[in-house]
């Protein structure tokens, strides 16, 4: 086989991988999101056994550590709770392990990956996974400019 059949093959191969790629990323509406709101979560529902990621922040007073049975209890709430708005809804979830982030705390941002089990006022979200973001710690200082 010729250097210029064989360089001519591996393009195609590769054209045509990078297009099924794109294909197949590009499907379903939201292919590229993260995470749902918590409203979003609520709008859209979730059919038993859909892997989802839901955000939103750790309701105030309601993080319940149980060491015996290894596992996190806390309630998820769509606005910050330093917003000083109604709570409204919340999520409840349990988290099956004690590892936490550091960051985990009362009013804390986080994604909880997992499943709803159960329906209506009964449903409780199954965590296998918890992450908490960062607080923006550095951001810019307001000044009010002199008049000239």
Not at 16 to 33: I, M, N
Not at 110 to 138: Q, W
Request: proline residues 5%; charged residues 20%; aromatic residues 8%.
């Amino acid at each position: 086989m010729s250097k210029g059949l064989q360089i001519s093959i591996g393009a195609i191969l590769v054209t045509g991988l990078l297009g099924w790629y794109a294909a197949t990323s590009l499907q379903g509406e939201g292919a590229y999101q993260y995470y749902q709101t918590l409203e979003e979560f609520r709008a859209v529902g979730a059919a038993a056994g859909d892997r989802v990621r839901v955000h939103g922040y750790v309701s105030e007073g309601t993080i319940d550590r149980d060491v015996d049975a290894r596992r996190v209890r806390f309630a998820v709430q769509n606005d910050p709770p330093h917003a000083g708005g109604p709570v409204g809804t919340t999520l409840p979830v349990v988290y099956a392990s004690l590892e936490i982030p550091d960051l985990f705390k009362d009013g804390a941002e986080v994604v909880v990956e997992g499943e709803l089990l159960g329906r209506g006022d009964t449903a409780v979200f199954h965590a296998d996974n918890v992450l908490a973001k960062c607080p923006s710690k550095f951001e810019a200082e307001r000044v009010e400019s002199a008049p000239f």
